[in-house]
C-alpha cells in the first residue's frame, strides 16, 4: 500500500470524527487534503470551517465547504491536519508545506486536535525531517545567523537554509519566508521551541508541542490512533 493510501484511510477516519453543526480546521498538505474531501462527501449541515492556507480554502470552496475566518468564529471545535513527524507524546514537526503559522494559530484556538498521518511519519526522535522556522523577510540573514547559535547551543552545527522555490525564496501566505533546519536528532524540543521563540525576527517554528490531542496513523492493514 502507498503512502497516500495510508494518508487517505487517516483523513477518511477522522472525517468521521466530525460531527454536524461544528466549527472545524482544516489543515494543511496531502494527507489535510484527504481528510477535507472526505468531509466535504459527509454533507454534514451546518458545518463552518476555517482553513489553514490559501490552498486549503481553495479546495474546500471548490468543494462546497462552508468557509469561516478564524476572525469570525475564534473558537473552534476540532481541527484536523497533518504533520511532518511524529515523535513520543504527538510532539509534532510540521512546517513541510510553509503554512505552520496559520496552522498553529488555528490548533491553538481549538478545543480538540486530531493529526493524520502515514506510518512512515511516526519517529522515535524528532528531526530526521528538518524543522521549518518562519521568518520575516527584513533583514532574514541576521535572524539566519542568530538561528545558528540557538541551533549550536542545541548541539546542531547545520546552520538552517532558506527555502528555495523554483523562482526565488518560498513566500508564506502571510508573506513571510521559511528557514529549514537539519536538525538530526532534536533532544529537548521543549528547550528548543523556547529558544527558537526568543529570537527577533522568527514568526513561529514548526515544533507543535502538547497540542495534539491524538493521532490518526494509516497503516496497510488499518489506522492505528495514539494518544499522547
Ligand atoms: O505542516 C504541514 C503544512 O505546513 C503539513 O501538514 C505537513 O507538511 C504534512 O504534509 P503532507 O500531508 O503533504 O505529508
Given at each position: 500500500?502507498?503512502a497516500?493510501?495510508?494518508?487517505?484511510?487517516?483523513?477518511e477516519?477522522?472525517?468521521?470524527?466530525v460531527?454536524?453543526?461544528m466549527?472545524?480546521?482544516?489543515?494543511?498538505?496531502?494527507?489535510?487534503?484527504?481528510?477535507?474531501?472526505?468531509?466535504?462527501?459527509?454533507?454534514?449541515?451546518?458545518?463552518?470551517?476555517?482553513?489553514t492556507s490559501?490552498?486549503?480554502?481553495?479546495?474546500?470552496r471548490?468543494?462546497?465547504?462552508?468557509?469561516?475566518?478564524l476572525?469570525?468564529?475564534?473558537r473552534?471545535?476540532?481541527?484536523?491536519?497533518?504533520?511532518?513527524?511524529?515523535?513520543?507524546?504527538?510532539?509534532?514537526?510540521?512546517?513541510g508545506?510553509?503554512?505552520l503559522?496559520?496552522?498553529?494559530?488555528?490548533?491553538?484556538?481549538s478545543?480538540?486536535?486530531?493529526?493524520?498521518?502515514d506510518?512512515?511519519?511516526?519517529?522515535?526522535?524528532?528531526?530526521?525531517?528538518?524543522?521549518?522556522?518562519?521568518?520575516?523577510?527584513f533583514?532574514?540573514?541576521t535572524?539566519?545567523?542568530?538561528?545558528?547559535?540557538?541551533?549550536?547551543?542545541?548541539d546542531i552545527?547545520m546552520?538552517?537554509?532558506?527555502?528555495?522555490?523554483?523562482?526565488?525564496?518560498?513566500?508564506?501566505?502571510g508573506?513571510?519566508?521559511?528557514?529549514?533546519?537539519?536538525?538530526?536528532?532534536?533532544?529537548d524540543?521543549?528547550?528548543l521551541?523556547?529558544?527558537?521563540?526568543?529570537?527577533?525576527?522568527?514568526?513561529?517554528?514548526?515544533?507543535?508541542l502538547?497540542?495534539?490531542?491524538?493521532?490518526?496513523?494509516?497503516?496497510?492493514?488499518?489506522?492505528?490512533?495514539?494518544?499522547?
Amino acid at each position: 500500500m502507498s503512502a497516500d493510501d495510508q494518508k487517505r484511510r487517516a483523513g477518511e477516519a477522522a472525517a468521521e470524527r466530525v460531527a454536524a453543526g461544528m466549527i472545524v480546521g482544516l489543515g494543511t498538505g496531502s494527507t489535510a487534503a484527504w481528510f477535507v474531501k472526505a468531509l466535504a462527501a459527509r454533507k454534514l449541515p451546518d458545518l463552518r470551517c476555517v482553513p489553514t492556507s490559501e490552498a486549503t480554502a481553495e479546495l474546500a470552496r471548490e468543494l462546497g465547504l462552508p468557509l469561516s475566518t478564524l476572525e469570525d468564529t475564534p473558537r473552534i471545535d476540532l481541527t484536523v491536519d497533518g504533520a511532518d513527524e511524529v515523535g513520543p507524546g504527538l510532539a509534532l514537526i510540521k512546517g513541510g508545506g510553509a503554512a505552520l503559522l496559520r496552522e498553529k494559530l488555528v490548533w491553538e484556538a481549538s478545543a480538540r486536535c486530531i493529526v493524520i498521518a502515514d506510518a512512515a511519519k511516526v519517529v522515535k526522535t524528532l528531526g530526521r525531517f528538518a524543522l521549518p522556522i518562519e521568518v520575516v523577510a527584513f533583514g532574514h540573514k541576521t535572524t539566519a545567523n542568530r538561528i545558528a547559535d540557538v541551533l549550536a547551543d542545541h548541539d546542531i552545527a547545520m546552520p538552517a537554509r532558506v527555502r528555495q522555490a523554483e523562482r526565488g525564496l518560498v513566500r508564506t501566505d502571510g508573506g513571510n519566508l521559511i528557514y529549514d533546519a537539519a536538525c538530526g536528532a532534536i533532544h529537548d524540543p521543549a528547550r528548543l521551541a523556547d529558544d527558537l521563540k526568543l529570537i527577533t525576527g522568527v514568526v513561529e517554528h514548526g515544533l507543535f508541542l502538547d497540542l495534539a490531542d491524538e493521532a490518526i496513523v494509516g497503516t496497510d492493514d488499518g489506522i492505528e490512533v495514539l494518544t499522547p
